[in-house]
């Protein structure tokens, strides 16, 4: 087992160290070096992995090995091969290096050889004027071919020559340029000696400074290499000139215009032909040529050429010709005839696009091979546009381009025509695309790392779009626009350096929308992360009521080139709130950022209690605080008092007073002013405000109808502060108002029949008298809907009476008056019911009344300047459709009875076997109930027929019979067909004065007792009776509280 392990440890030392050996390498496996008489070549070989290595060298007379130290002196990883041999034959010498810490060893071959002839290295021989100096590098080669592997250290002789031997006023094309004089170049460190020494080595830098031609001449300047030939090289300079168009098509007998375009200063500037630059044409049987101008003659084709004077030709160089004549500016140019006509929408190429874009539609010739022909100014496109949705600005001379914008929505045909030829396309034009935000300012906090969420919202075109982040690493987007960023640790200084400098940021990325059905179209939105330095309450409702919420909108403030940039959003930070009294509660509620420019978040406070509190909003970042405080209320929410219903159905000419409670009341600590708005149809009704208690907290108003219809009263009440960051927090409550016209009449009796009473005539009531021999009955008149009139001052009523069956009449004997009975709510009037109030002389068996609703008072209307609907109380006929004043009437009728009378107002009932009392009831109603104060003592019976009162005696003792109470009001003698007025009576049970005392208008109970036994007790019935001012009939007392309700 223990040679197992051991077999194992060095079979995997083995494997480790065969791959360090294969992964360790040198920088070069084999060299070629160059060998002079009087300079001696230098190359750096270098271990790529570095490490510690030993270096050695297998011919010491050849090379020279000088081993380059970093920190230790015993080993390097790099070291300089120097040639020292000068004898002129190929020779070859092993550097080898071996590492220290792995005894592997690394092998380069070095070969030293002779120059045998020259070469150039470069990427063009055209240069243009004002481009970046081209560099030209040499090369060396051995007799087999072989390049050297370095020419650093050698001097080489540049020489720049015309191309002819006519030098006189020549001016030289090209110049030398060192490396440090370059803006393009930085100088190679094995050309950093010969840029001090003003020499020129293996590589330099040629730049065009005047067009033409010219030579480059290199040669080695060294004794030994005498031999070597130069080399030759022949280099261009153009003008950076552009011939355009650079192919074209056009038609026979059409012209079209050359346009030459030159590059200076980074610039394409049009240049004219001069004395310098012309146009020639190679076939000019296919097109001619005047100046810039071209004409087609024929079908064919040739091609157009821009000479320049300053590039001569040598019929005695060879090479001359071809260099110059290819590196000339020239144009394609073809004659043809046109197969079809065609039409795109520039400069999308695409027919869909969205109002506010600049456009070009472009009509063009097509050749059958489908070649664009350009067309001239000998023809011409007719076009037209079925829609103004899209505006044309600016034509060219021949129709085929039309410059414009698309102005609206909708949908526009183009159409053309060219000779036989005619194409038509559709426009569809959609509202703007619209990005929002365009520009997005984020908090920078190293303490926050919540992932920041911005819900961009893109508006217009189809609805359809395509969304995309450009620095997808930082910005993640959804294709609903939701955009996700994060800060991360690395991103940390940079953001706090350019906080402390007070410098803009540069854009962390951008988010670019576009549409789905044409992706040219876009919009983009750049993002930036800067640190919070001010905390701002941009507006706030100071006051809301209970349950409801305060709005705290926040702003948080950068600080960038001496100006405050609010944030675009701050959601991710959470503010510290301090309450002085615990009346809200915080929620989290989505809000959207509409219209607010400033606001970075919204604070929803809910009120959880009225009152006050201070509330204090901080936030820490770095060192700094950031605070805010802000005083906030909580009242009661403004609701309805009178009427309940809150709705208000009226006649015209009649009012009625509307009460509301609660709401915001006037602050005496800040300079605010409640202020009360009133919104309703002013034709219907007319509104005024009732000065009340303010200590009430009461808004009363009194409300007049004034025609007929029907508004909503649109109530509000803020409080108005001068502060621009205050928002009113405005409390409002809706109130119907019906003006209507009558409809309906009603007349109820203020007694009415018990349920239990069992009188046939349900709809008959019985009355009895008071002192005052009054009557009452309340008046209720109703609209069409069967809604109660609120208030009918402003109706005539007309009464009539009949007796028994004779025809209703009216009576000037009766007196009669109308009462409105009015209630007071916190101090302001409200009508409770309307009452018709007669009197009757004596009972009457059936006696009935009726109202008629007639008219308007005049009086009332034209005090108010009231003018009543034409015909009065109009409403529709379904027969005749036509409109009439309805018959608005209704009669009750009445039996009226005397009191019961008994023959004794007290009994006394001797104990004897099938002894019985009979009582005769000589009047009343007939229907009757008793009760007695305490039972067992006597049996009472009633035998309708005969209309007596039979008393069984059961045992000894006396029994108080005495009337039912009903509902805290009772009759006593004589009460008939009125109000219940009458003094307070005492009578001997103290039960019973208790209760008198509380009941409606003093109405006295009475009683009688009634003893069985031996003994009549006579004093107890005569003091029962001392106080009383007459003797009470009790029989006709429970008759008349078997059949009444109060």
Not at 15 to 20: A, E, L
Not at 111 to 130: C, F, M, P
Not at 209 to 232: F, W
Not at 1017 to 1036: G, H, I, P, S, T
């Amino acid at each position: 087992m223990c040679r197992l392990k051991v077999f194992l440890l060095l079979f995997l030392f083995s494997f480790i160290t065969i791959n360090n050996v294969e992964s360790t390498k040198l920088n070069y496996p084999r060299v070629l070096l160059p060998i002079f008489d009087k300079i001696s070549i230098n190359f750096t070989l270098e271990v790529i992995e570095k490490g510690c290595f030993k270096w050695t060298s297998s011919r010491q007379d050849l090379i020279l090995i000088t081993p380059l130290y970093d920190d230790s002196e015993e080993c390097s990883h790099r070291a300089t091969v120097t040639v020292v041999s000068r004898e002129r034959r190929r020779n070859t010498a092993i550097v080898l290096a071996e590492s220290l810490s792995t005894d592997a060893t690394l092998r380069c071959d070095v070969i030293i050889d002779v120059i045998d002839k020259l070469g150039v290295h470069t990427t063009t021989r055209q240069l243009y004027l004002e481009e970046a100096p081209e560099t030209f590098e040499l090369r060396a080669e051995d007799s087999q071919g072989n390049a050297f592997t370095t020419l650093e250290g050698v001097e080489f002789n540049w020489e720049i020559s015309s191309i002819t031997s006519k030098s006189k006023g020549w001016l030289p094309a090209l110049r030398f340029l060192s490396f440090s004089e370059s803006e393009y170049h930085e100088v190679p460190s094995s050309l950093e000696k010969f840029e001090v020494q003003r020499m020129k080595g293996y590589m330099v830098l040629l730049e065009g400074i005047n067009t033409g031609t010219a030579k480059v001449t290199v040669s080695l300047p060294h004794e030994e290499y005498r031999h070597v030939n130069k080399i030759e090289v022949f280099i261009s300079v153009l003008a950076n000139i552009i011939l355009e168009p650079s192919e074209v098509h056009m038609l026979t007998g059409d012209t079209i215009n050359f346009r030459i375009l030159q590059l200076k200063m980074g610039k394409l500037q049009e240049i004219s032909l001069n004395n310098q630059y012309y146009l020639e044409i190679d076939d000019n049987t296919v097109a001619s040529i005047d100046d810039a101008k071209a004409t087609g003659l024929k079908l064919g084709r040739t091609v157009v050429v821009l000479r320049d004077r300053n590039a001569p030709l040598d019929n005695n160089f060879s090479g001359d010709n071809s260099i110059t004549k290819s590196s000339a500016p020239s144009a394609r140019l073809t004659v043809a005839r046109p197969f079809r006509l065609g039409v795109t929408l520039l400069p999308f190429n695409n027919w869909i696009t969205v109002a506010g874009e600049m456009h070009i539609i472009a009509f063009d010739l097509y050749t059958s091979d489908d070649k664009k022909l350009t067309l001239g100014s000998k023809y011409s496109v007719v076009s037209e546009l079925s829609s103004r949705n899209f505006e044309i600005k600016q034509e060219n001379t021949n129709g085929s381009r039309l410059y414009g914008e698309a102005l609206h929505k909708g949908t526009v045909t183009v159409s053309g025509q060219f000779k036989q030829l005619s194409v038509v396309a559709e426009m569809h034009i959609y509202d703007n695309l619209v990005l929002v935000p365009s520009t997005v300012i984020l908090p920078f906090d190293p303490q926050v790392n919540k992932i920041q969420q911005i819900q961009f919202e893109a508006n217009g075109g189809d609805g359809f779009y395509i969304w995309q982040s450009q620095n997808s690493r930082d910005i993640q987007i959804t294709q609903n626009g939701l955009a996700t960023t994060i800060i991360r640790d690395t991103d940390r200084k940079r953001h706090l350096d350019a906080y402390y400098a007070g410098t803009v940021l540069r854009s962390r990325g951008s988010i670019k929308v576009a549409l789905t059905k044409n992706p040219k179209i876009i919009r983009q939105a750049d993002i930036f992360f800067m640190p919070p330095v001010k905390l701002q309450i941009v507006k706030y409702n100071f006051e809301t009521a209970l349950d409801d919420f305060v709005r705290i909108h926040l702003a948080l403030h950068t600080f960038v080139n001496g100006t405050y940039v609010p944030f675009t959003t701050c959601d991710m930070i959470d503010f510290d709130l301090e309450f002085s009294n615990k009346i809200f509660q915080v929620e989290d509620v989505d809000w959207k950022k509409e219209h607010m420019t400033l606001v970075c978040q919204v604070i929803h406070l809910r009120a959880t209690a009225t009152g006050l509190t201070h509330l204090k909003i901080s936030y820490q970042f770095q060192d700094k605080l950031l605070k805010e405080e802000v005083t906030l209320s909580v009242f009661d929410k403004l609701d309805i008092l009178n009427p309940t219903s809150n709705e208000i159905v009226l006649p015209i000419g009649a009012s009625r007073n509307i009460i509301y409670m609660n709401g915001q009341q006037r602050i005496f600590t800040l300079e605010a002013e409640l202020v009360k708005e009133t919104e309703y149809d002013q034709s219907v009704a007319k509104i005024n405000e009732l000065d009340v208690e303010s200590s009430n907290a009461i808004y009363a108003y009194n409300i007049l109808c004034t025609k007929i219809g029907s508004t909503t009263l649109d109530f509000k009440i803020f409080n108005k502060l001068v502060p621009k960051n205050f928002i009113p927090y405005t409390s409002k409550i809706l109130t119907e108002i019906h003006c209507v016209a009558p409809r309906f009449l009603n007349l109820y009796a203020t007694e009415k029949l018990r349920p239990t009473c069992p009188m046939q005539m349900k709809l008959s009531l019985l009355h009895l008298k008071d002192r005052d021999e009054k009557f009452e009955i309340e008046i209720e008149v109703q609209d069409a809907q069967n809604r109660r009139l609120m208030n009918i001052s402003s109706l005539l009523i007309d009464w009539k009476f009949a007796v028994g069956d004779e025809r209703f009449h009216s009576d000037s004997t009766l007196h009669y008056r109308r009462n409105a009975v009015i209630e007071f709510i916190k101090g302001v009037p409200i009508p409770s019911k309307d009452l018709f109030v007669t009197t009757f002389p004596e009972p009457v068996p059936n006696f009935r009344i009726r109202g008629d609703v007639t008219n308007y008072i005049p009086g009332i209307l034209n005090h108010f300047n009231i003018r009543a609907e034409t015909p009065v109380f109009a409403a529709t006929n379904h027969k005749t459709q036509k409109l009439h004043t309805p018959s608005i009437t209704n009669e009750i009728s009445f039996m009226a009875v005397n009191s019961t009378l008994f023959l004794s107002d007290h009994v006394s009932i001797f104990m004897a076997k099938q002894h019985r009392e009979h009582i005769p009831i000589a009047q009343g109603s007939g229907y009757y109930d008793f009760t007695l104060s305490e039972t067992g003592i006597v049996n009472i019976e009633f035998l309708a027929k005969e209309r007596e009162l039979i008393l069984t005696p059961l045992r000894m003792g006396h029994s108080l019979l005495q009337p039912v109470q009903v509902q805290n009001l009772v009759f006593y003698p004589g009460q008939e067909y009125g109000i219940y007025e009458r003094p307070n009576q005492h009578v001997s049970n103290s039960h019973n004065s208790n209760n008198n005392n509380n009941n409606n208008n003093n109405a006295q109970q009475n009683a009688a007792i009634i003893t069985t036994g031996a003994d009549s007790n006579a004093q107890q019935v005569d003091k029962f009776y001392e106080n009383q001012d007459r003797k009470m009939d009790l029989c006709e007392v429970l008759c008349q509280n078997s059949c009444f309700n109060a």
